[in-house]
């Protein structure tokens, strides 16, 4: 671990793993991270959270390679992949799909 982990820039670190897989020509990893934004690090953990449960998967089959671009880098963090489970307003989510049954004859009153 490099002596202070509070100066790493966790979008630093990212970007080298995506350029790390780059180098390394794999493709699939490469591309799948290169939309990756939302990464943290926490202590000695490089945090990274996705919504996709695909993306989730294909993080935790290229675990190993992820892991060794941060290696590469010096750094001795912990992976810590996480999935972001999003808050679903019911009243929404009815809304959506009344949308997507009547569409432009649905007509909503009211508000929150």
Do not use: F
């Not at 294909?58 to 671009?69: I, T």
């Not at 649905?106 to 508000?111: A, C, F, K, R, V």
């Amino acid at each position: 671990m490099i002596a202070n982990n509070t100066k790493l820039s966790p979008k630093n670190v990212w970007g080298k793993v995506v350029l790390y897989l780059k180098e390394r020509k794999m493709v699939a990893l490469h591309v799948a991270c290169g939309d990756i934004t939302d990464v943290s690090i926490e202590g000695n953990r490089l945090v990274i959270r996705v919504k996709d449960g695909m993306l989730m998967e294909m993080l935790q089959e290229g675990r190993r390679d992820v892991e060794s671009a941060l290696r590469w880098q010096g750094l001795d963090l912990n992976l810590n992949i996480e999935k972001i489970i999003e808050k679903v307003d019911p009243k929404e989510e009815d809304i959506k799909k009344l949308k997507n049954i009547l569409g432009d004859n649905l007509t909503i009153y009211g508000g929150n």
